[in-house]
């Protein structure tokens, strides 16, 4: 893997395909790594412990899962308090590496899936082969040729991968809204230096209102040129990112619930007894950022996809079939499973944004004064909605809370620098053409502002947050008690009391994750999941700081 990919694969990690969240990785000390959702149970442990002769020795050595400050070993030395609580670096890449591969890798989904009947089951669990392309897992998963919805919004463990040039493509089956309970999966792909193919697919035979109603599948894929370092941009952001793979891996949700690849956080958020949710950001008419041929913002963006990718296929789908793009069709499937008036699916009045863009042709999605600090593009009083809800926010009832607090994160399309979408729209079909041998990297089309970051949902929005506040809203949706709490990042908890003896050793760790590199993938919160500003960072260790207990 290239240490282009490697940087990107963490920093572009995220939460809600408009279906797959993520959240704070590897939660404990410098040795976190082997403390992942194996250490959790979950039926994982012979990954972790080939032989499968006992129990997983990593997760039981607390020196190895807690590191340098934890409680155990360290309890009443002089230096539980001292520097470095986080010693070294972790990449993505060691988080990635200590998953299964390949052919182990479908073997272990399997394992996880078994006693499900989904069309993941059906067509890798019983010796077929593994897809070679995107066009072969598509059409095993049924969604080749089905329906498609195209969107910009910045959400899904892609999200810093989306722009006006690499939109995220939705495909599933047809009429799957008149058939919830029937074998269907939902896909979401854009292109880029991830390599990912998100899944989900119905659990034929569950309760649509029961935990596993749904299965989540991460596929991630190499591609050739990454052997021999050899990838450019025009590998990752062009065709053959869908075409020249080497091998392709998957893994089910559960061996990624210690990760920033989570699904849990945002789908399950109620907690594991809870019913699995399908988020939609912008699920309302006019599907504000979504693509569609009779909306403002929708006609947009088919008119960037049609400049773009016109001359070629993209997600596999023929640019003649572009125009036919329409989320009213996913959001009747959101429905159908009952989750149409979920919360995450409709905070954002969707109408009121756009009548606020009344500029949306040509690539501007955000107003002409977005860049205006006092200028704000919501009209349905979002900002004082969400304090309200930091405010409401009781412990006893945090997993509502959670569900109501955090929807506006990758509800608002991509921003678009004009000029240089222009730019780079000439570059790549000149690429496509052969005219060049490389492009400059797709997301430089994005605006760099602050304002128009926190209400793209790239940084914690609204700004001004107390530090208490930004506690709830930078860490609640990953760090409370409705989730999995037999995993490390279960640790620290917002309810600081619920830490019991702990509290101080787990805000000092916290305060140690603030202040990491951008590539470490224990930062605090992680990048997709709100960009904090040096003064935001500084207000929340603050507030954690004046909270330990004497």
């Not at 074998?183 to 649509?208: H, M, P, S, W």
């Not at 052997?227 to 020249?244: K, L």
């Not at 052969?434 to 790239?458: F, H, Y």
């Not at 500003?533 to 954690?544: C, F, I, N, T």
């Amino acid at each position: 893997m290239t240490f282009g990919r490697t940087l990107l694969k963490y920093a572009f990690l995220l939460t809600s395909l408009f279906l797959l969240g993520a959240c704070s990785p590897l939660h404990q000390g410098n040795n976190d790594l082997a403390s992942s959702s194996a250490c959790g149970g979950g039926g994982i442990g012979d990954f972790w412990n080939p032989s499968g002769a006992g129990e997983n020795p990593i997760c039981n050595n607390p020196d190895v899962v807690d590191g340098p400050g934890s409680e155990e070993g360290t309890e009443g030395s002089e230096e539980t308090e001292q520097p470095p609580l986080i010693v070294g670096k972790v990449t993505l890449d060691d988080v990635v590496n200590k998953l299964p591969k390949a052919a182990d890798s479908f073997a272990m989904a399997c394992q996880l899936s078994n006693g499900l009947d989904n069309l993941f089951t059906r067509n890798y669990c019983n010796g077929q082969d593994r897809p070679a392309n995107l066009d072969e897992l598509f059409n095993t998963l049924d969604v080749q040729n089905g329906r498609l919805a195209v969107t910009l919004n910045t959400g899904g463990l892609t999200a810093e991968e989306v722009t006006a040039m690499t939109p995220r493509f939705i495909l599933f089956p047809q009429n799957a809204e008149n058939n919830p309970d029937g074998a269907f999966c939902i896909t979401a792909y854009a292109q880029g230096k991830l390599g990912f193919v998100e899944a989900i697919c119905r659990n034929v035979g569950t309760d649509i209102d029961a935990p596993n109603n749904f299965s989540f599948y991460l596929f991630d894929y190499d591609l050739n040129c990454e052997a021999n370092d050899t990838c450019n941009n025009g590998n990752f952001f062009g065709p053959t990112a869908e075409t020249d793979w080497a091998q392709v891996s998957v893994h089910e949700n559960t061996i990624l619930q210690n990760t920033v690849l989570d699904c849990s956080q945002c789908h399950q958020a109620g907690g594991t007894a809870a019913r699995n949710n399908l988020r939609m950001p912008a699920r309302a008419n006019p599907w504000f950022g979504w693509c569609r041929n009779n909306r403002a913002s929708g006609t947009a963006v088919l008119n960037i996809l049609d400049d773009v990718h016109g001359n070629n296929t993209y997600a596999t789908v023929n640019p003649n079939n572009f125009d036919n793009c329409d989320p009213a069709e996913l959001e009747d499937l959101v429905q159908a499973v009952g989750n149409g008036n979920s919360v995450g699916n409709n905070i954002i009045n969707s109408g009121n944004v756009e009548d606020d863009n009344d500029n949306t042709t040509g690539g501007t999605f955000l107003p002409d004064n977005a860049n205006d600090p006092d200028n704000d593009i919501f009209s349905d009083d979002l900002s004082d909605r969400i304090i309200a809800m930091i405010d409401d926010l009781e412990n006893d009832d945090l997993s509502n809370g959670v569900n109501e607090l955090f929807p506006h994160k990758g509800s608002i399309i991509a921003p678009v620098v004009n000029n240089t979408l222009d730019n780079l729209t000439t570059q790549y079909n000149q690429f496509l053409n052969g005219q060049v041998d490389n492009i400059d990297d797709p997301l430089t089309v994005n605006s760099d502002n602050e304002n128009v970051l926190r209400q793209a949902g790239k940084m914690i929005y609204p700004a001004g947050l107390d530090g208490q506040a930004l506690l709830r809203r930078a860490c609640a949706q990953c760090h409370n008690s409705a989730l999995r709490q037999d995993i490390s990042r279960a640790l620290f908890n917002v309810d600081l009391d619920e830490m019991g003896a702990a509290r101080n050793v787990e805000i000092d760790k916290a305060i140690a994750r603030i202040d990491l590199e951008s590539d470490d993938a224990r930062l605090m919160p992680p990048l997709f999941h709100g960009h904090l500003s040096a003064d935001e960072k500084q207000r929340l260790k603050d507030y954690l700081q004046s909270q330990k207990a004497p």
